[in-house]
T-cell receptor
Framework: KAGVTQTPRYLIKTRGQQVTLSCSPISGHRSVSWYQQTPGQGLQFLFE???????NKGNFPGRFSGRQFSNSRSEMNVSTLELGDSALYLCASLPGQGRNEQFFGPGTRLTVL | TQLLEQSPQFLSIQEGENLTVYCNSSSVFSSLQWYRQEPGEGPVLLVT?????EVKKLKRLTFQFGDARKDSSLHITAAQPGDTGLYLC??????????FGTGTRLQVFP
């Protein structure tokens, strides 16, 4: 099976702009989680989607949003970018059926200037 | 509040040495996972432990879940440069989201 794919791999934006990141989970996986990883805060949970519905949400401001499509692909959007949003954004696909191990993609490295 | 604290935060050792990484919490978890992340990649699952006191071995890596399911350890025997990476523990409480630990960055020199 192909792994989790994330696009783009690298992104440079300026403050105030908005950005959309994409994630395609492993075929057959219906749940997708998003994380923000920074050197200072580590891996922080953003949200989880299952069957196009947000099932869980972390403690991030409303500028961070996401959605999931009927084919399980997911996108996350960050509006009004701030310098502190510079991070590695990781998407993870979950097999479901009571199993909570996460299969991560390579991430999108976002730099906000 | 960081629910899962890992120690040490950084570890730099020579090839062939043994090491132990700790993952501690005041909360009880239904299961605990260990991941390794290499530069430029996402974390990769190494093991899941679910029973208090459980010990699992993966070649030179030994994982243990505490009896009270609040802590875990990862022991590496005869470390090799290929073991270099960021080691993350992650706890689950029933169907809730995974909570990741603070991470231990390991560097093994040849």
């Amino acid at each position: 099976k192909a792994g989790v794919t994330q696009t783009p791999r690298y992104l440079i934006k300026t403050r105030g702009q908005q950005v959309t990141l994409s994630c395609s989970p492993i075929s057959g996986h219906r749940s997708v989680s998003w994380y923000q990883q920074t050197p200072g805060q580590g891996l922080q949970f953003l949200f989880e989607y299952f069957s196009e519905t947000q099932r869980n949400k972390g403690n991030f401001p409303g500028r961070f949003s996401g959605r999931q499509f009927s084919n399980s692909r997911s996108e996350m959007n960050v509006s009004t970018l701030e310098l502190g949003d510079s991070a590695l954004y990781l998407c993870a696909s979950l097999p479901g059926q009571g199993r909570n191990e996460q299969f991560f993609g390579p991430g999108t490295r976002l730099t906000v200037l | 509040t960081q629910l899962l604290e890992q120690s040490p935060q950084f570890l730099s050792i020579q090839e062939g040495e043994n090491l132990t990484v700790y993952c501690n919490s005041s909360s009880v978890f239904s299961s605990l996972q260990w991941y390794r992340q290499e530069p430029g990649e996402g974390p990769v699952l190494l093991v899941t432990v679910v029973t208090g006191g459980e010990v699992k071995k993966l070649k030179r890596l030994t994982f243990q879940f505490g009896d009270a399911r609040k802590d875990s350890s990862l022991h590496i025997t005869a470390a090799q440069p290929g073991d270099t990476g960021l080691y993350l523990c992650a706890g689950a409480r029933n169907t809730d989201k995974l909570i990741f630990g603070t991470g231990t960055r390991l560097q093994v020199f040849p």
